[in-house]
C-alpha cells in the first residue's frame, strides 16, 4: 500500500534550518509529484511548492523563495524540503503529499512538527 | 495568487441531515477543485478533485459540483465520523491556494 513517513519533530532556534524527510512506498517514487504544505496551530493550509522526483524538478511559493529548498534521493525513495533562516512564524506541521497534475493528492505523510524558539 | 473563500465558516447540522458548503474562487479555476477533509490531529484526507470526482475510498454520501468560480461539496446525511473541517484547493494555477475552512460542527 501506498505510505508517506515523514521524520520526526524538530525543535529549532531562529535562523538555523531544518530538513524534513519524506520516504514513499508502495509505488513508483519517480512517478508523482511531491508537494509540501504546512499548517500552523489552528490555522488552515498553505502550500508550500513541488517537485517532480524523476527530473528533479521543482517550483516554489513566491512567499518561501530564497528559503525553500526542495530535494530527493530517489535511490531511497525520499524527498526533502529544508527550510532556512526559521523564525517564529515557521513554527507548523509539516505536510508532503503525493500529486498529480489532475489534482489527485490522494495520499498524505503523517506531518512532522517544526517548533522554532529560542 | 487565487484566493478561495469558503462559507460559512462554521456550520452547525444535525446527524443525519444534509450539508452544503461553498467555495468561490477569485478568478477561473476551470474544474481543478478539491476538497479536503480533516480531523485533529490528522493530515488531510483528499475527498473529492477535479470538481467531482470521488477519491478512491470516498463514500457516495459525498458529491462535488462547480466549475470557474463557484464550487460547492455536499454531504447528503451526515454521520458523525463527518464531523470535521473541510477544505477547498484550486491546483489550476500556481501557486496552489486553499481556502480557509468550513468547520462542520454538531448541532
Known amino acids: 500500500q501506498v505510505q508517506l513517513v515523514q521524520s520526526g519533530a524538530e525543535v529549532k532556534k531562529p535562523g538555523a534550518s531544518v530538513k524534513v524527510s519524506c520516504k514513499a512506498s508502495?509505488?513508483?517514487?519517480?512517478?508523482?509529484?511531491i508537494n509540501w504544505v504546512r499548517q500552523a496551530t489552528g490555522q488552515g493550509l498553505e502550500w508550500m511548492g513541488w517537485?517532480?522526483?524523476?527530473?528533479?524538478?521543482?517550483g516554489y511559493a513566491q512567499k518561501f523563495q530564497g528559503r525553500v529548498t526542495m530535494t530527493r534521493n530517489t535511490s531511497i525513495s525520499t524527498a526533502y524540503m529544508e527550510l532556512s533562516s526559521l523564525r517564529s512564524e515557521d513554527t507548523a506541521v509539516y505536510y508532503c503529499?503525493?500529486?498529480?497534475?489532475?489534482?489527485?493528492?490522494?495520499?498524505w505523510g503523517q506531518g512532522t512538527l517544526v517548533t522554532v524558539s529560542s | 495568487e487565487i484566493v478561495m473563500t469558503q462559507s460559512p465558516a462554521t456550520l452547525s447540522v444535525s446527524p443525519g441531515e444534509r450539508a452544503t458548503l461553498s467555495c468561490r474562487a477569485s478568478q477561473s479555476v476551470s474544474s481543478n477543485l478539491a476538497w479536503y477533509q480533516q480531523k485533529p490531529g490528522q493530515a488531510p484526507r483528499l475527498l473529492i478533485y477535479g470538481a467531482s470526482t470521488r477519491a478512491t475510498g470516498i463514500p457516495a454520501r459525498f458529491s462535488g459540483s462547480g466549475s470557474g468560480t463557484e464550487f460547492t461539496l455536499t454531504i447528503s446525511s451526515l454521520q458523525s465520523e463527518d464531523f470535521a473541517v473541510y477544505y477547498c484547493?484550486?491546483?489550476?494555477?500556481?501557486?496552489?491556494?486553499f481556502g480557509g475552512g468550513t468547520k462542520v460542527e454538531i448541532k
Open positions: 503529499a503525493r500529486g498529480t497534475y489532475y489534482g489527485d493528492w490522494g495520499y
Open positions: 508502495g509505488y513508483t517514487f519517480t512517478s508523482y509529484d
Open positions: 517537485m517532480n522526483p524523476n527530473s528533479g524538478n521543482t
Open positions: 484547493q484550486q491546483y489550476n494555477n500556481w501557486p496552489v491556494t
